[in-house]
């Protein structure tokens, strides 16, 4: 919650580029979660509400949230991130491009 939105300018400057941003909500709040998404998240983002025990966890070894995890073109996860450090590990990550 307190995270996210300091994705948009992230987001908004190297879209262009092809960066995309996946978010996966913990199921629990489906009202909640609908209403954070419209007021809190970058237009374009695609948003997903999802049972812990489904595959975007378990594929991206996810145990704890939030949890942040940077996935180049071809699928190779190249960082894993926490919410602190996400803002600056995206920047060290993305302003070679």
């Known amino acids: 919650i307190e ?3 300091k ?4 987001w908004e400057k190297y879209q262009s580029k ?3 941003i996946y978010t ?3 199921k629990n709040d489906n009202a909640m979660w609908i209403d954070f998404i419209k007021k809190h998240t970058g237009i374009g983002w ?3 509400m999802e049972d812990q025990t489904n595959s975007s966890f378990g594929k991206y070894s ?5 949890s942040f995890v940077l996935i180049d073109k071809q699928g190779k996860i190249v ?3 926490v919410a602190n ?3 600056a590990e995206l920047q060290k990550w993305l302003s070679p491009l």
């Open 46 to 48: 695609t948003n997903v």
């Open 18 to 20: 092809g960066l995309k």
């Open 85 to 87: 450090d996400v803002v």
């Open 7 to 10: 994705l948009i300018p992230i």
């Open 79 to 81: 960082s894993r991130m």
């Open 24 to 26: 996966v909500a913990a």
């Open 62 to 66: 996810i145990n704890s949230l939030p």
């Open 3 to 5: 995270t996210l939105p």
